[in-house]
């Protein structure tokens, strides 16, 4: 499926069944608010800048995972209004994913044990 702004969604992986995932081709300078519980960054070199906003409505419990192929060297993960993140990452190296696991009581984004 395609969605708007070049988003792709895609499916699975082995292990995993019908689980979503964004695929995005961002440039320096990006801002990316993931639409699935798992985003690949594929972009064509490094980029100096980009920012990621975690999911406006997340439920508790939900898992964002992001990771990319190339090495993104200022990276901004921002929580999104009303919420708040802990242990945000800077910086992404290639071939590394970071993720966050929202719990709703505090509103917050926690580093995720899941990957």
Known sequence: MTANSGVQLGYGGPGFINVPFDYQ??????????????TVLNPAGTLATGTITMPASPDDGTICAVSSTQTITALT?????????VGAVTTLSAGTNMAYQYRAADKTWYVSPVK
Do not use: E, H
């Open 25 to 38: 081709v961002p440039l320096t300078g990006f801002s990316i608010t993931p639409v699935a519980t798992a």
């Open 77 to 85: 993960v921002s929580a999104n209004t009303g919420q708040s993140i």
